[in-house]
């Protein structure tokens, strides 16, 4: 099974890649073009600024092709914001793939309540073959100040300052806020049931 990794300027691409190595697996880190669209499973992680991100993928036609990929795609964190229709990290539209907006927190009580979203947080509302064998409120590592609304892509939810989709789905593509990277044992689970797609 070929296992890709798409390369952009985005931050956490290794994490993921020693993920993968802990399960046995060999991600190739690329942004070539029909190594994408050849692999078995892409993954599309991210950490960084939406509007920066996006235009280095146009630049190099990366969104488009992201979004005619037929085989599973996981996007993590900032990939799966950049997978959503718009986000207001700098006015940024983005990819379209699932239809919710990203917005940013804003806190009631910025003492207690801050943002960004540091740690970990339980994840609810599982619906997806992605959870498989994921306990009901399992604990997720997160690291952001933006969060996707939920809608009628929302396959999990999570809780900070108000509801928000922590995971969508549709078709062919699976999206996660957190890193399951960084999750120990629950976030494997979720790496690996993606793998078994």
């Known amino acids: ?9 985005a931050g956490n691409i290794r994490s993921v890649q020693f993920a993968l190595e802990r399960i046995g697996v060999t991600g190739t880190v690329t942004d070539d073009i029909e190594e994408i669209r050849s692999a078995d ?14 235009n280095y993928l146009k630049a190099r036609n990366l969104d488009q092709v992201i979004k005619e990929l037929k085989q599973p795609v996981l996007g993590i964190c900032l990939g799966m914001q950049l997978m959503c229709n718009y986000s207001e990290e700098n ?10 907006d990203v917005k940013k927190f804003t806190s009631p009580i910025p003492n207690l309540l801050k943002i960004p979203q540091i740690g970990w947080n339980n994840i609810t509302n599982l619906h997806s073959t992605l959870f498989e064998h994921v306990p009901e409120n399992s ?21 900070y300052i108000i509801n928000y989709s922590c995971a969508l ?8 806020q957190f890193h399951p990277e960084k999750s120990a044992e629950a976030g494997a689970r979720i790496i690996q049931n993606f793998l078994n797609l």
């Open 1 to 9: 099974m070929k296992t890709v990794i798409i390369k952009y300027n």
């Open 41 to 54: 499973k892409v993954i599309f992680p991210g950490v960084g600024e939406a509007s920066t991100a996006m």
């Open 91 to 100: 006015d940024t539209p983005c990819m379209g793939i699932f239809d919710v």
């Open 139 to 159: 604990y997720m590592y997160f690291v952001h100040s933006y969060y996707a609304a939920l809608g009628a892509d929302t396959v999990a939810m999570t809780n």
């Open 169 to 176: 789905q549709r078709d062919n593509f699976y999206a996660v």
